[in-house]
């Protein structure tokens, strides 16, 4: 199955594959369908302007790592009851998610991409 959808969603997927693979303690075979799909989704996007090792590629990455460890501090946050902790890293998530669709948008807008991502 194909699936049309906008550029900055193949970058913004390899990119949260990468981490994945780099935090997550993952069995053999799980480790090797990431791995085999990474590296597809590398491949197309080299073909890109924006391509792996690409400023926008690497600071898109960067977003979701600072993403990643923000809403670990929220999901902590909460299950301690600390509100006040919990309610600064919710912040910092809508932050970070916005900071992450602005990145997204420019991609796609620099890939002339066809398909694009939408936000209020």
């Known amino acids: ?3 049309e959808v906008p550029t900055s969603e193949v970058i913004d997927r390899a990119g949260i594959l990468q981490i994945k693979l ?11 369908k990431m791995t085999v799909e990474l590296e597809d989704l590398l491949g197309l996007i080299d073909y890109t302007v924006v391509g792996r090792h690409s400023n926008m590629y690497q600071r898109l990455k960067q ?6 460890d923000a809403v670990a501090e929220q999901r902590e946050m909460g299950e ?11 912040v910092k998530v809508v932050r970070l998610n916005d900071s992450r ?6 991609i796609d807008e620099i890939t002339k991409s066809p398909m694009r991502e939408f936000k209020e």
């Open 101 to 106: 669709f602005e990145l997204k948008r420019a």
């Open 22 to 32: 780099e935090r997550l303690d993952l069995g053999d075979d799980d480790f090797r």
């Open 80 to 90: 301690s009851e600390d509100w006040q902790a919990f309610g600064e890293a919710s």
């Open 1 to 3: 199955m194909l699936i």
């Open 63 to 68: 977003v979701n790592e600072f993403l990643w």
